[in-house]
């Protein structure tokens, strides 16, 4: 499971990023670029730079954040988060910075996606972590990806930007809950990839949505007791 490292609470008000929700039907969530659906992350279902680019941001800025980003960082700095800001939509959100685990899976579809812990909260109710790429690996170049794993062998720890939710599932089986945090990646595909090749940990820069989330306040806070 993640290690959460650090978090702070923020509102987002004025943002200018072209990435938007959409709710569709019965919990259902799409994140979309100018209309268009990108992903769907509903329960039931190196970019940063284009980000930034789209949003209207000069790009000596979304280039300062980028090379941030591949530095890595740990900490959460106020004047990082109000640049990034530009990339997130306007919203409540709990800013977390998590050290992740990634290992990718592939379901019979083909569908990609990392798996980065299993936790037991009770009995009866249990989180699952997933860190869901927007690009397929096979989009990604080796060079970069080789890059990220010379360096994640040498304990540098490049950050990966997402969008998060946590949504509580009601199954029909052993567990009464099953909490579902899950991460969007909007940056980090190519250090996500590596650092799962390497076996290595990453660290994880998570805007996770209050507002957009099928879960509480009491579970949000349930969520950080249990990753600290």
């Not at 050290?99 to 798996?115: F, I, L, N, Q, S």
């Not at 812990?117 to 869901?132: Q, T």
């Not at 909007?186 to 076996?199: E, I, S, T, W, Y």
Request: charged share 25%.
């Amino acid at each position: 499971m993640s290690k959460l490292l650090s978090y702070k609470e923020i509102h987002i008000r004025s943002s200018t990023s072209p990435i938007a929700y959409k709710q569709a039907g019965y919990r259902q969530r799409f994140l979309t670029i100018e209309g268009k659906e990108i992903a769907n992350t509903g329960i039931d279902c190196e970019t940063c730079l284009f980000y930034a680019s789209a949003s209207g941001m000069d790009m000596k800025s979304a280039t300062k954040i980028s090379n941030k980003l591949n530095q890595g960082i740990n900490s959460l700095d106020q004047e990082f988060l109000s640049d990034l800001s530009c990339l997130i939509p306007n919203g409540h959100y709990i800013a977390t910075l998590l050290k992740v685990y990634p290992r990718m899976k592939r379901d019979a579809h083909g569908t990609e996606y990392y798996k980065a812990g299993l936790r037991n909260i009770s009995s009866m109710r249990k989180i699952e972590e997933y860190i869901v790429p927007i690009q397929s690996s096979e989009s990604l170049n080796p060079i970069a990806i080789n890059d990220y794993m010379d360096r994640v062998d040498l304990k540098e720890t490049p950050t990966a930007l997402s969008i998060s939710f946590l949504d509580i599932k009601y199954p029909l089986n052993h567990f009464d809950e099953i909490w579902v945090y899950s991460h969007f990646l909007l940056d980090g595909h190519h250090k996500m990839f590596a650092a799962d090749k390497a076996q290595k940990p990453i660290t994880l820069l998570s805007f996770l949505s209050i507002d957009e989330s099928f879960a509480n306040k009491k579970q949000v806070e349930k969520l950080f007791q249990v990753l600290t």
